[in-house]
């Protein structure tokens, strides 16, 4: 009897907090489902991007009987290489591949450093006309590539480049997309490292090859595998500027065995996923790079 005289009352639950205890319950379930929710639309367009790629390594490793007989199924029931070995019998693949191999990766490596000094320049020195500079490169985005293919291809023949590496690799070793990528990725480099190491008297060479580049892996990642990409699966310019069956890269052979088997729709996949797997294999590495370039930079 002393106890419960000398205990404390519970004190009285108030409105509020009842409301707050019931809406626990629906809060968690709702969070739920939208969890759930968001699972199923990842899955569903992961099953949409990823199905033309799943379907052209059906075709590739089908017979040439079960892809005319009109039996194909979603897996194929005997997996065949004969589509490679006609492919790879009858055209070059592999001086192809080296080709393209070598084009877009000089491509890659020129753009890389060229944006790289081209957006500190614009994001650390301040100098006059510095705005309107970029403001032009990037109005050059909204010109079509098809609109300088001739006085391109006038300045290339004029230079002596036509017909050689060197005409595909020099007209694309910059672009105004990655100058601006560059530009708002060293603006989100802290400005106090970059201050500190002039006041230590270190040039803008030793800014950028100390400070700079090291920071910037992300960016470089993303530079380098947006301009592999993007060379290796560039057609119209490299079909106008080589003139050799020797120097010809994977899409321009593409089109040559398209002409040359037009209904063989097996030995057509076969090349592509020849062209295809590379790229693929690229991203998966540099994916967490990729990602990290792209949220430091701004782009949404």
Known sequence: M???????????????????RRGLPHSRRGSRRALVTRIVGAILIGIVVLFPLYWMLVVAFSSRS?????????W??????????????G???ATWFSNSLAISATV?????LVNLL???ALSQLKFRGSSVVFLIALTTLMIPVQVIMVPLFRLVTNLGLYGSYWAVILPTAASAFGLFLARQFILSIP??????????GASHLRVFTSIVLPLSKPLIAVLFFMTLLQSWNDFAWPLI??????????????????????SDFGATMAFALINVVPMVMLFLVFQRFFVQGFARSGIK
């Not at 029931?77 to 006609?86: D, G, I, K, P, S």
């Not at 400005?191 to 230590?200: F, G, K, S, V, W």
């Not at 050799?244 to 065995?257: A, V």
């Open 241 to 262: 500027a080589l003139k050799q069956n020797e120097l010809f890269t994977l899409p321009i052979g593409l089109l040559y065995l398209q002409g040359q088997f037009g």
């Open 66 to 74: 079960e892809l005319l007989g009109g039996t194909l199924r979603l």
């Open 2 to 20: 002393t106890t419960s005289i000398l205990s404390p009352a519970p004190a009285p639950t108030t409105r509020k907090q009842k409301t707050i």
């Open 191 to 200: 400005r106090d490292l970059i201050e500190a190491a002039r006041i230590d």
């Open 91 to 93: 055209f070059p693949i």
């Open 118 to 120: 081209g957006g500190y």
């Open 108 to 112: 890659a490596v020129l753009t890389v």
């Open 76 to 89: 194929p029931r005997a997996l065949t290489v004969e589509n490679f070995q006609r492919v790879l019998a």
